[in-house]
């Protein structure tokens, strides 16, 4: 009894294998290509997937495509060279590190006619991580904020400062980030500070403020604030612009009872770009110049931009959209708005342990 | 008839602990077959019932694709760890008391050693012989982690063969390989096969040791999921663990409740 | 005839792929970035956050795997009193939530535990008080039990199904009661799958990082999560190699006890 149930299960898995063996390898032959590949390495679901395809489809170039969640995640895979990536997408200050570590390969802008749909804003943008503008090529931008439920928070409390944060009536009620970077920029700036600093004094201050605001803190989440801030777990929270359009939407198909409001605190916030680099060993890289250019073409950057809801810095894909999506100014801020805010920068290896031990301490309090 | 009233009590608390337990296993299970079939991408909100992520799982070359990986891997892992670990477990099984405990020790290491060591000290090994992360050296950790679990499947079979069944098929002329075959293999087979189903097993819900070894281009279903967690789950994905629970259930059911063969 | 031969890959494959891995986490744990020999990473599991990161996962991991113990002992003695060792089936039973992902199981705990969630849901139609379940120490301990109580329902069962019921009646013609049985015959024979039942709960909590993320909220801390980050994120692999060697520890404590009770192993999952 006990042998044949075994036998069945043995062959039960051979069968889910065979089952796949035929889908998969349908696929692969329909991939390869002939004009051959580039290694891609982006944040994960930062792409409409339909593109990949087109790309192939246009170029005859393979896209191997390779996800990362964080900067820090990336930067060891690509400084220890065990995969050689064509195009990653880190953040500004990430790019700044890896320039600064000798980890880029200059662009060759003549390969990249598109370009010129980069709205000049952002290029200037740039040049605080990148100063010359000749490694980055910017793929979408942000700002991040507090997104507050209008059920649970009464008018009279509604947030406009990063120091609203550390409003008892919150208790358990606040999702923070969960990484050293944004959790330090939000409590620097409540203090006045800017969020690069290197000043060892302000960083204990915000270290000592993170400590006192870990009782009334839900939950340290990255993406998924969105998902528990639909779902009413929590009263406020702190997200990136990107996730407002995905956010009004979802409240609105649901029916919800509750609206969710996005707020750029009056302290100044972080103004990030995530851009794409070349690195310095990429073996293909030409390819990876190609697929630049691709994505920079407006209707590609349109496409994208409707699948993962972050502003584009794409002169040529703004125009194309609705007005109603051009006016909205979670996403779409004017410049008054932005005031204080800052790009990061690269703090250099000894300030970032400095904020890593700061932040370990915060988590293990 | 006092006997029979408390044996009855008896029967019904064991009956509810068991059921206890089954729904403790199962509650997630059920959730994420409910979850499934939600029409809102949200892992909170109920949109109304579909279909769709159904027909969007065929559609999705990433979860394919890793699907496709993860059995693969899975498989042939099992597969060369099955093939390895029993000729080790007759080779230990046939030693002086000192190297068999020696290698038993070995062979506990990956089983008792935490998984994110074993992850980690395997990819600090492939870095520094210059191996590039990618398919073979996940499989190669697989099959790292997997021949322990093979080995101590196949040797309690081993200590129950009869030495002189062998030893008699050499006697009448076998060649040592086809005695083997005919004679030893048989008696170990449950031993293999159960060593080959829980290497499978294991390989299928690895996460971690995957995590630290993986390159790129390449995911198994749990590193897919692992990057999906931060932004939210693709409801597709639930509807393979729902297939795939739901194949494997069927086929359990089929095979204890069919009527049985006569030996 | 050398049967000893056949041991040849297999000893390759594990001087390779163990050992000398395992060697390469010492070199990394004793030295410094600058490849020169220090102890600091290994001691500085004493400084404040650390070791309070360890002493929390001790205490998460110990309480869980008293718990597993707890229910798993019950159910093998029921699944073999009620004589349902004839099939597999039940075995199965427990393998089965294996072959959907961890992940998403975890996962799914998340959404049943939520502040809207199911659970509480359930206690809001029943006009109880919503309990906030999510993101404490115990969700963390909730998630530590479902992932690793088969590890100790297998091991225990299948010890518990060796014993020959002629030894129990035997006892009970002496006159002992049940819970004599139970104290003088099935828990000493049992003691190699308490053992590695316990091990193999033990070491696996100790270093999780990821049921500590899902459902701890990322506030808990524990010693899996300070690696995890070293590797991952601080990228400082020595440090984090150093801290690895204190959980070593831990786990060679393991192998001296499944070596001293379970000398035929005859406590494993299968």
């Known amino acids: 009894m006990k042998k044949r149930i075994q036998m069945v299960l043995a062959i039960s898995a051979l069968a889910l294998l065979s089952t796949s063996l035929l889908s998969g390898c349908g696929k692969s032959q329909a991939k390869a290509g002939s004009n051959g590949e580039v290694y891609v390495y982006n944040w994960g679901e930062y792409i409409d997937e339909s593109v990949i395809e087109e790309f192939e489809k246009e170029t005859g170039i393979k896209v191997v495509y390779d996800l990362f969640e964080t900067n820090e995640e990336m930067y060891p895979v690509i400084e220890a060279g065990g995969v050689k990536y064509d195009a990653v997408c880190p953040s500004d200050y990430m790019i700044q590190k890896m320039a600064q570590n000798n980890l880029l390969a200059e662009i060759n802008f003549d390969n990249i006619p598109n370009y010129k749909e980069i709205d000049p804003k952002y290029l200037e943008m740039s040049k605080s991580f990148d100063p010359e503008n000749k490694y980055s090529i910017p793929y979408s931008w942000g700002t991040v904020g507090i997104l507050y439920n209008t059920k649970m928070v009464a008018k009279e409390d509604i947030p406009t400062k990063w120091s609203d944060l550390w409003d008892e009536k919150f208790k358990d009620n606040i999702l923070m980030q969960d ?27 915000a270290k000592e403020l993170l ?4 009782p009334l803190v839900q939950a340290y989440v990255i993406d998924q604030v969105r998902d528990k801030m639909i779902g009413g777990e929590a009263a406020v929270g702190v997200i990136y612009s990107g996730e407002m359009l995905y956010i009004q939407n979802e409240v609105k ?53 409707e699948y993962i809801t972050y502003p584009t810095p794409n002169k040529g894909a703004f125009d194309l959209l609705d007005p109603e999506l051009k006016n909205n100014k979670a996403l779409f801020p004017d410049d008054s708005m932005l005031k204080n805010s800052e790009v990061y920068k690269y703090l250099g290896d000894q300030s970032d342990s400095l904020y890593n031990e700061a932040w370990k301490e915060v988590k293990s309090n | 008839m006092i006997n029979r009233k408390t044996a009855f009590i008896k029967r019904f608390f064991q009956d509810f602990y068991l059921v206890l337990i089954v729904v403790f296993l199962y509650a997630p299970i059920a959730t994420m077959t409910v979850l499934s079939f939600n029409n809102s991408k949200s ?52 030693m002086k008391p000192f190297p068999r405990s020696l290698l038993m020790g070995i062979t506990n290491i990956p089983m008792l050693n935490a998984d994110i060591v074993t992850g980690i000290s395997l990819m600090l090994a492939f870095i520094a012989f210059g191996i590039s992360l990618g398919f073979k050296t996940i499989l190669i950790a697989h099959i790292t982690f997997n021949i322990p679990y093979v080995i101590l499947s196949v040797m309690p079979k081993l200590k129950q063969t009869d030495k002189s069944t062998y030893e008699a098929a050499m006697d ?29 097993t294991m390989s299928l819900d690895d ?8 390159g790129a281009g390449i995911n198994t279903l749990s590193t897919l999921i692992y990057s999906e967690v931060r932004r939210g789950i693709k409801p597709s994905m639930y509807a393979l663990s729902t297939i795939i629970f739901l194949t494997v259930l069927v086929l359990l059911l089929i095979t204890n409740f069919a009527p049985k063969r006569k030996k | 005839m050398n049967k000893k031969l056949l041991s040849g890959p297999y000893l390759m494959w594990m001087i390779g792929f163990i050992l000398i891995p395992l060697a390469l986490i010492v070199f990394y744990g004793l030295t410094d970035k600058s490849g020169a020999f220090t102890l600091s990473n290994v001691l500085s599991i004493s400084t404040e956050e650390h070791a309070k990161a360890l002493w929390l996962s001790l205490g998460l991991s110990l309480l869980s795997t008293v718990l597993c113990l707890v229910l798993a002992y019950p159910l093998a003695m029921i699944l073999r009193t009620r004589g349902m060792g004839q099939g597999s089936f039940i075995v199965f039973i427990f393998i089965l939530p294996m072959w959907m992902n961890f992940l998403l199981r975890t996962l799914a705990w998340q959404t049943l535990l939520e502040k809207n969630g199911v659970i509480n849901g359930i206690l809001s139609a029943l006009h109880l008080p919503n309990q906030g379940l999510i993101n ?46 139970l104290i003088r015959i099935l828990l000493p024979l049992s003691i190699p799958g308490i053992v590695s039942g316990i091990t193999m709960v033990f070491v696996p909590a100790l270093t999780t990082f990821v049921i500590s993320n899902i459902l701890g909220g990322s506030k808990i801390l524990l010693i899996g999560n300070v690696i995890e980050q070293e590797f991952t994120k601080g990228s400082n692999w020595n440090l984090g190699s150093g801290l690895s060697l204190v959980l070593m520890i831990f786990i060679l404590i393991s192998m001296a006890l499944i070596a001293k009770y379970d000398k035929n192993g005859e406590g494993t999952v299968l």
């Open chain 2, 43 to 94: 892992r909170t909100q109920w949109g109304g019932f579909t279909t769709r992520w159904y027909t969007e799982l065929f559609s999705s070359s990433t979860i394919m694709d890793a699907l496709y990986t993860t059995l693969l891997i899975a498989f042939v892992s099992s597969l060369i760890a099955v093939i390895i670990g029993t000729a080790a477990a007759i080779a230990i099984n046939s």
């Open chain 3, 136 to 181: 404490t120490p115990g969700a963390i301990i909730l998630g530590m039990v479902y992932n690793f109580l088969p590890f100790m329902v297998l091991p225990i069962y299948n010890v518990l199904m060796k014993i020959d019921d002629n030894v129990v009646n035997a006892a009970r013609d002496l006159g002992a009661n049940s819970l004599q049985v």
């Open chain 2, 207 to 214: 996460f971690i040791i995957t995590h630290f070894t993986k």
């Open chain 1, 211 to 214: 400590i006192k605001q870990k």
């Open chain 1, 179 to 205: 990484s050293v970077r944004d959790a330090f920029m939000v409590a620097l700036k409540s203090l006045g500070y800017s969020m690069n600093t290197t000043n060892e004094q302000e960083i204990k201050e």
């Open chain 2, 172 to 200: 009448l002329g076998a060649t040592s390989v086809s005695a083997f075959f005919k004679v030893v293999f048989p008696d170990i087979l449950p031993g293999v096969l159960s060593g080959f189903l829980l290497a499978f």
């Open chain 1, 253 to 305: 198909d649901l029916g919800l009872d509750y609206s969710l409001e996005y707020v750029i605190p009056e302290e100044g916030t972080n103004l990030w770009l995530d851009s794409w680099v070349i690195p310095a060993n990429a073996p293909n890289k030409e390819n990876a110049e190609k697929w630049i250019n691709f994505l920079c073409r407006p209707d590609i950057a349109k496409k994208n931009f």
